[in-house]
């Protein structure tokens, strides 16, 4: 027997997990455009956000623009959550001051008409960009703001997209978002937790057998696993799952073997170092069919028993990546050879990171204007013979 006084306890791997400004991994997420809240939260009222650390307001003008401002107001730092919208903007509540979408002052009512200093403040503010019902924001630097990627998920006829965001389905909210993430490319844990520990956590009874061939590769745009295994009726199923850079965007198949590609972009947007908000653009087809309905049945959102007890005997993706604690401590891990996808992933991320340190565009992004900016992707299902 080995006694565990005198175990160190080791830091949080910084470069990795932290998400604030000036921060490695805060900054190469900055490069890249983010959600920040649904289209439809933007009514009559302004709405707190909260993304990579930053407090934010976000509004809609009375001519229909959409804008996100730093939280508090450049006269007092009064919260602009309180303030009112208007035609031009939204006007705090404290002394009146208006800013538009740009974060231009438009007007300081209290004060003398020729004040000049109405034209020399500029309020904090960050460029959005509207899609299919989510706001997006770039929150980096703006001589190195990319296009805005098109999905090929996004592009197909004979349907419609619908856009979530909240809580996430099934994952965890209370935890940093790279223990979320690279989750996903650790294929075996599928065979293990969702199946022969907790019992069928997936609709299809396939995702615990075990898998004939797996492999990992990196992409243009992230990475993907590829997965084999063959079905009872003597057919195989490949899966394929899909990660984007900056590796917060996945492309996930959680419904029965078919041959059938993934109809969701999802988000795994942080909203600090330890909290997180799922977001996802839908396509989804006119017959209507859901993809990830069965998942969600099955998510600790649809559970029936919520007591400590059940998720002790149950756990699901929620229990095992917060209990790595609120930030995971790598230096308490011992990888091996199943923790492939683990590593390639956090190696991808310090490479980009790396390349937002030396000046130059991480992987993924998308700046050539005269090259589409349209994203094609491989995530879904197939059978064959």
């Known amino acids: 027997m080995k006694s565990a006084y005198g175990l160190k306890i080791p830091e949080p791997d910084a ?9 490695p991994c805060g900054e190469l997420m900055r490069r890249y455009w983010q959600p920040v809240c649904l289209s439809a939260d933007l009514v009559d009222l302004p709405k707190a956000v909260r993304i990579l650390g930053e407090d934010l307001v976000a509004f809609r003008d009375g001519q229909g623009r959409a804008g996100l401002l730093f939280y508090r107001c450049s006269h007092r ?14 006007r705090c509540c404290y002394h009146g001051w208006l800013y538009d ?4 002052v438009l007007e300081m009512p209290l004060e003398p008409l020729n004040n000049p200093i109405l034209k020399h403040i500029q309020h904090p503010c960050y460029p959005v960009r509207e899609f299919a019902g989510l706001v997006f924001a770039y929150l980096g630097p703006l001589e190195k703001i990319p296009q805005f990627p098109l999905y090929d998920v996004w ?7 619908t856009a979530r965001m909240g809580p996430r389905v099934g994952g965890p909210v209370n935890c940093n978002w790279l223990q979320a993430e690279e989750n996903l490319m650790d294929a075996l844990h599928t065979f293990w937790l969702h199946t022969q520990h907790s019992g069928p956590q997936f609709p299809s009874q396939a995702y615990g057998m075990n898998p004939d061939e797996l492999k990992y590769e990196e992409t243009d745009m992230g990475m993907r696993f ?4 063959k079905l009872a009726d003597g057919k195989w199923w490949e899966l394929i799952w899909e990660m984007i850079m900056p590796l ?3 492309l996930v198949y959680t419904d029965e073997p078919k041959t059938e590609r993934v109809q969701a972009v999802t988000y795994c947007v942080p909203v600090d170092d330890t909290h997180q908000l799922g977001a996802s653009i839908r396509w989804v087809p006119e017959d209507g069919h859901d993809q990830v309905s069965g998942r969600e049945k099955l998510s600790p959102a649809g559970r029936h028993d919520q007591s400590y007890a059940y998720t002790q005997r149950h756990p699901d993706d929620k229990e ?24 390639m ?5 310090r490479a980009a990171i790396d390349a937002v340190r030396s000046g130059k565009d991480p992987k993924g992004i998308l700046r050539d204007s005269a090259k589409a900016n349209f994203v094609r992707t491989s995530a879904g299902s197939i059978v064959r013979d």
């Open 101 to 104: 979408v740009e974060g231009n």
């Open 320 to 343: 095992a990546v917060e209990g790595q604690g609120p930030i995971a401590l790598h230096g308490l891990e011992h990888l091996v050879t199943s923790d492939r996808g683990v590593l």
């Open 345 to 349: 992933f956090r190696g991808i991320l």
């Open 15 to 23: 470069e990795l997990t932290r998400v604030g400004p000036g921060t």
């Open 155 to 161: 592009q197909k006829s004979g349907g419609s997209l």
């Open 226 to 229: 590829l997965l084999r295994r």
């Open 77 to 90: 730092a009064t919260s602009l959550e309180y303030g009112r919208v208007e035609a031009r903007g939204l």
């Open 248 to 250: 917060n965007v996945h």
